[in-house]
């Protein structure tokens, strides 16, 4: 079991910055990626960003150029910096882990409680 602790977010103004961080603890030795993802109302959970282990990333593209992830000192937490935000940015973001099983066909998903960020026009 892995379990995620999410901090950060909040409300800020169109153009302003926002940090987000997930630190993971338990059986984090099967993570091989974390992330995050974001549910705005109405709409479906979507990946923002993600980092594999071998610390390759990934940015949807809406995000790309304005938020980086990042590890943290500790390897089990990643950070989101999240600039010149938007109001289409708003949602609740969702920390994500993928860990291996036994099994080399399924992964198990762990998600943090979520965090909401606001962004006014």
């Known amino acids: 079991q892995v379990h995620l602790v999410e901090s950060g977010g909040g409300s800020v103004q169109a153009g302003g910055s926002l940090s987000l961080s997930c630190a993971a603890s338990?059986?984090?030795?099967?993570?091989?990626?974390m992330g995050w993802y974001r549910q705005a109302p109405g709409k479906e959970r979507e990946l923002v960003a993600g980092?594999?282990?071998?610390?390759?990333?990934h940015y949807e593209n809406a995000v790309k150029g304005r938020f980086t992830i990042t590890r943290g000192n500790d390897k089990n937490t990643v950070r989101l910096q999240m600039n010149n935000l938007k109001p289409d940015d708003t949602a609740v973001y969702y920390c994500n882990a993928d860990c291996r099983t036994a099994d080399v066909n399924f992964i198990n998903t762990y998600w943090g409680q979520g965090t909401q960020v606001t962004v006014s026009s």
């Open positions: 980092l594999s282990t071998d610390d390759r990333t």
């Open positions: 338990g059986d984090t030795s099967c993570i091989f990626v």
